[in-house]
């Protein structure tokens, strides 16, 4: 029998042994997948991967077809892909940091795209003029509207990687809100000028400069305060959802969508409308809504944009293979290239020159070269040329060919050398800790100082007018846009106090906890060492085992009643009622002002007893049992020691 179980158990070890080695061989090897997936993604940027993904499809569709039949149309891209893209960004930016360094942000977005679009299309014109292009047809006003069209700073592929590298937030933000406003002034300067080419170079004198020059500002200015009063609409509906809860997301998109549409009806800018409409309502809409809903928002959001993001750049992709749209220059695709990043160095040093005069902390010189560098263009300039008329444009074909050659090489070859530069260089990185409560303290205290220097000397600078505006926005707009619970939520000091409420309790528990389970491995490893004497020693370890068991006992009453008074009652379930348009939940609107009275009441209380000289009265003590232990001293705990003394005996 013996030999028999031992010839069937390497029969079954045999039989599994080939089993696991066959499905070993026709598994698929995911790991290498997934590191090779994780290698690309670290070496190549996503919106580079998403273009050769569509080189590769629009090669399989051409094959097939021998003809192009996919191509992404500028209204598609502007109506339906463009504003999901912009209002996620907008709701996601940091709004500290956006105002702090706003000042620079519209010096960047607004003179440097001016600067970028200018210079680069009277250097073409120049060039044309020696003759170093070639005979095209093609004029100044051409040129000017060529040059703002690809001065479109397109920010996904160098905000993914600077978030990568964790960068400091100085330069997370200024290149993020440069990108962001940079195409909706790109877009406003390509109208200008588009106006002017229909309007013919001769009949333009001082007074349609002039006008070109208003209608910039009334369209830039009055697309942002279009996305203002869309905000405000915003934190006033989400006032009133309160039973809605369900379908508050919705509003936010809708309502986002809408400040887009109108700012674009009234022929103004949309970009602008949309990103300022994301921007000023994060704040108000978040405190109103439930937490629930903002996580909602927050994905939802994430994954129309990002969805929108994919779907461009494979179209980028998709329409390289298109011979009818290839006309090649070599001289003007290369100076192009040459101009963009010259005069983009050139006018990002000049520009923090003058704003490090006025800034407290200036710009470093990696950081100014960083901000050169991670000018990558994108599908905004794609969309805005193919918007051109080919009765008005002799040269369309050729500009298509060169913006969608600067867009490839920009965001390949800038975007795979972008990780290894900021490596290289050593870029300022940020502090990826969560700051602590002396920080944040220590912070606070220093912009009050600064308020007050500024206060004392007379100045009105940029801490001065923060005040100012923190005080109107928590006398009158915390009254307007917000719930009272939202506005009760907004108190620093009461939050704070909840935190810490919150953080004692729970360190208390898990105090408790590692006590317990310290003592649990204690009282296994005794039984472990020492399992011969078991049988001896039963009566001395099993009695000090049911005193260790009480004396937890005892804990967990004192735990239970600490915890029973210092956070939130128990409150009774209800059945969910089914409804179309609420989800009902069991929520207490007092139980934040319930801690804070209780904990407040018990403080008050030990106080006075400690003036008086009385010792505050024990409550813990009434939910003891009667039979309860004293507690045991450290010097009578468990130990092998009563055990052995045992069996000695």
Known sequence: MYTLGLISNKKVNFHNSVQCSWEERCRPNWGNNRILSQFLTSVIPESGLLICIGWVLGGIIYWADKVQTFKLQPFIFFFYLLPQIVLDAGYSMPNKLFFSNFGSILVYAVIGTCWNAATLGLALWGCCLGGAIGDIDIGLLQLLLFGSLIAAVDPVAVIAVFEEVHVNEVLYILVFGESLLNDGVTVVLFNVFNAFVSLGGAQINAVEIIKGIISFFVVALGGSLVGVIFALLISLLTRCTKNIQIIEPGFIFILGYLSYLTAEMLSLSAILSCTFCGVCCQKYINANMDKRSVSTLRYVMKVFANGSETIIFVFLGITA???????????????????????????????TWILNQYRLVPLEFIDQLMMGYGGLRGAVAYGLVVLLDENKYKEKNLMISTTLLVVYFTVMLQGITM???????????????ERTLAEIIQNRTFDHILVAIEDISGQIG????????NNFEERWLYWLLMTPSARKSCDHIFNIFHKLNLKDAMSYVKEVRQKNSGQQ????????????????????????????????ESEDFNAHHLLEQHLYRGKKQHRHRYSREYLEVNKDKNEVQEIFQRTMRSRLESFKSAKMGVNPPKKISYHLKKDQPQKVRDDQTFSPSPCLHSRTL
Not at 337 to 351: D, H, P, S
Not at 419 to 433: E, G, I
């Open 419 to 433: 990780k290894p530069l900021v490596t290289w260089l050593k870029v300022k990185r940020a502090a990826v800790t």
């Open 521 to 552: 491995i204690t009282n296994s490893e005794h039984l472990c060492f020492f399992p011969s004497r078991w049988d001896s020693v039963h009566s001395v370890c099993l009695d000090m085992h049911e005193k260790d068991l009480k004396m937890r």
């Open 321 to 351: 293979i298109d011979p009818s749209i290839w006309v090649w220059n070599t001289a003007f695709i290369l100076l192009t290239l040459l101009f963009i990043f010259v005069f983009r160095f050139i006018g990002v040093f000049f520009l």
């Open 462 to 469: 940029h801490n001065y007018m923060r005040d100012k505006w």
